[in-house]
């Protein structure tokens, strides 16, 4: 079976940060979200894998390379319209040939991995199978009916759902997919919708597999669920390690980690969180959920609950800094204007002064 992760989105719901980045590129944990992607389909034994790439893949193929870091062969395959999840794999044709085929969308997070799911199909003789999941809202989401133990219709993001069974993101296919792609029109938002080729499919007599998480997922596509996930991550974060220099009046509690190179002064750290390489943390508080880049200056400031990407210079906020997403090379300084600011979304190479 070969891989096919999605990336070539723009995301929209993300931007300003978007507008300068990948959002599959975005740090939570201090990891790309689509390593996590990558590293879920090597566990699950898939190590070929194509990036359907399209806005920022200049930026993709730069940081995710051949994939030899990873464990796996990365080839790229560009989409160069966006026409729908459907399209994007069929993109990837060519790369997947007559052999199953596992998508992924890359802006996904799965608590767990994948290898359940994938290790199910296999198992099955199915000729597709989708991950589902129970929501609340299930109008947002693609959703799937089930009977008998086989998915019977899937629809797009319904208005009155027959369901709660979100389709998640993560599919498996055989070769037959294509075709069924090949079948089917443009939906009235111009795409070609990924659960049209899957209820193509069904119609025409194959069987497609459901697969229910019992596990926590996120899909990533607003700050709020990048924040989200960044908590998921760090507090199952199992390792306590100091690779830096900590002064004696520096205080941590908890579960942390501070990346080589880093030098810590007069500050506390109260876990879970994690700070990168090369930072320079001095008279601050840096409470739990805390995710800091390589290259971060820091002094005179309290954050939580925040993202800090690379390269960033924060000094003297006479405010928490909390809920926070903030973009590489971003320079927040104090200011004495009034009323004061507290909470921020800003993309990269920013720059705001905080009263």
Known sequence: MKGVILCAGLGTRLRPLTHTAAKHLIPVANKPILQYGIEALRDAGISDIALVVGYAQDEIRAAMMDGSQFGVRIEYVEQRDPKGLAHALYVAKDFVGEEGVLMYLGDNVIGGGISDFVAAYNESGADAAILLNEVKDPSHFGIAELSDGTVVRVIEKPQVPTSNLAIVGVYAFNSSVFGAIERIKPSARGELEITDAIQNLIDGGKRVLPFILRRWWKDTGRPADV?????????????????????????????????????????????????????????????????????????????????????????????????????????????????????????????????
């Open 227 to 355: 924040l989200d996930l960044n908590r998921h991550l760090l507090e199952r974060m199992d390792e306590y390690s100091i690779e830096g220099k900590v002064c004696p009046e520096t205080q941590i509690v908890g579960r942390v980690q501070v990346g080589k190179g880093t030098e810590i002064a007069r500050s506390v750290l109260r876990g879970p969180i994690i700070v990168g390489r090369d930072c320079r943390l001095s008279d601050c508080y840096i409470g739990s959920f805390t995710s800091i880049g390589h290259g971060v200056t820091i002094a005179n400031t309290e954050i939580q609950y925040s993202i800090i990407m690379d390269n960033c210079e924060i000094s003297g906020l006479g405010t928490m800094l909390d809920h926070s997403l903030i973009g590489r090379n971003v320079t927040l300084t104090h200011s004495d204007n009034k009323p004061r600011a507290h909470r921020f979304i800003l993309a990269d190479d920013s720059r705001a002064e905080v009263a």
